[in-house]
T-cell receptor, first 113, second 112 residues
């Protein structure tokens, strides 16, 4: 198992602003992941964050819109930039343990007005 | 590309009923398969997993068997409880990849 925390747990933001979401894990891990869960939808991987290198983004997601930092092996941030109502989602971080299992944080519920 | 298809919800059952949530996948090779559960207001929790054909994952009374011949990983429980009400996600992880590919989720409601 793993202990993963995210901040904030929820936020309501205005169009055009940016929000930075923090993810803290309780053990040192090489890979952390950021997912988006749009209302009523499944989870989609945004990017993979490796410590010491740039994040790897999935098709349809770009660094300018979702910049990611990974300053050490237990922490990562995801910024949602220049937000629009379409960015309203739950954003989840996860870590990979034992090479095959991902554990997820509680999520950040974002509403953009 | 890889994909996961789950039975559409929502599913509503009475307490102590038998549960099946169907999951089929499309992938090359031998992916690892997972069921995650999302309780109301909470994040995803790993429920069970299987990493090779004919493996059976089990946890909290839930079971799923990796069927390579039918590319399926159906979730079953013999007697559901109200506390099992949640959204269930089937997912796969392809060999050599880190990305999890999720199905669309199935919302389950158990009535007392």
């Amino acid at each position: 198992s793993a202990v993963i925390s995210q901040k904030p747990s929820r936020d309501i933001c205005q169009r055009g602003t940016s929000l930075t979401i923090q993810c803290q894990v309780d053990s040192q891990v090489t890979m952390m992941f950021w997912y988006r869960q749009q209302p009523g939808q499944s989870l989609t991987l945004i990017a993979t964050a490796n410590q010491g290198s740039e994040a790897t983004y999935e098709s349809g997601f770009v660094i300018d819109k979702f910049p990611i930092s990974r300053p050490n092996l237990t922490f990562s941030t995801l910024t949602v930039s220049n937000m629009s109502p379409e960015d309203s989602s739950i954003y989840l971080c996860s870590e990979e343990i034992a090479g095959s299992v991902q554990f997820f944080g509680p999520g950040t519920r974002l509403t953009v007005l | 590309g890889d994909s996961v298809t789950q039975m559409e919800g929502p599913v509503t059952l009475s307490e102590e009923a038998f549960l099946t949530i169907n999951c089929t996948y499309t992938a090359t090779g031998y992916p690892s398969l997972f069921w995650y559960v999302q309780y109301p207001g909470e994040g995803l929790q790993l429920l069970l997993k299987a990493t090779k054909a004919d493996d059976k994952g089990s946890n909290k009374g839930f079971e799923a068997t990796y069927r390579k011949e039918t590319t399926s990983f159906h979730l079953e429980k013999g007697s559901v409880q109200v506390s099992d009400s949640a959204v269930y996600f089937c997912a796969l992880r392809h060999q050599g990849a880190q990305k999890l590919v999720f199905g669309q989720g199935t919302r389950l409601t158990i009535n007392p």
